[in-house]
């Protein structure tokens, strides 16, 4: 379909609360979460949400087989996840680097739940409910922040590990 311009941080539309989806049936959908597929893509991430093209609706897409931008990172399976419900499965956290492709060029140390729960519709509507851990756990809350307003450094605890990609991973962007 079409490669979008994907919004950076200080675009006061990535701070806006994004909207359910009461609509599967229609075109704007799929044309939706066809865009957002290639502009994913294009840009080499490993998720996008519809706020970071503009679009406030609750949907995020993530999922690669192998990642340039995370190459330590387990595979993510490709998914389509709208008006998503997340749940900590206990109340274990850690610390994991994170960029995103709103802040382009920096990474920070940003602390998620290990382990998480996370149910919504897929593109047709059908139910999804997985239990997942680790890297998944983590992209599917970094994506599902943007449909709240949040943008990953708003949750780092610590300035000192927060800073350019290049500078903190040589070689890696």
């Known amino acids: 379909m079409t490669v979008k311009t994907i919004l950076r941080m200080g675009d006061p539309r990535l701070l806006q609360q ?7 049936a229609g075109a704007e959908l799929r044309t939706l979460i066809d ?3 290639d ?3 294009a840009a080499g991430g490993v998720g996008l949400a519809a706020p970071q ?23 993510v399976p490709e998914t389509v996840l709208i008006n998503p419900v997340i749940t900590p499965l206990d109340d274990e956290t850690e610390d994991g680097w994170e960029g995103c492709l709103s802040v382009p060029g920096l990474r920070g140390l940003v602390p998620r739940s290990r382990a998480i729960r996370y149910q919504g519709r897929d593109e047709n509507g059908q139910a999804i409910d997985r239990s997942v851990s680790g890297f998944h756990a983590r992209v599917v809350q ?11 450094p708003m949750r780092i605890r ?6 350019f990609t290049e500078v903190l991973f040589p070689g890696l962007e």
Not at 54 to 66: A, E, N, P
Not at 158 to 163: A, E, H, L, N, P
């Open 53 to 75: 093209i503009g679009v406030g609706l609750q949907v995020v897409i993530f999922g690669f087989q192998q990642s340039v931008r995370y190459p330590d990172a387990e595979s």
């Open 142 to 152: 970094h994506e599902c922040d943007h449909l709240q307003g949040r943008l990953y």
């Open 18 to 24: 994004a909207q359910p989806v009461t609509d599967f």
């Open 35 to 37: 865009d957002m597929r």
């Open 158 to 163: 610590d300035f000192t590990k927060f800073g």
């Open 39 to 41: 502009t994913m893509q």
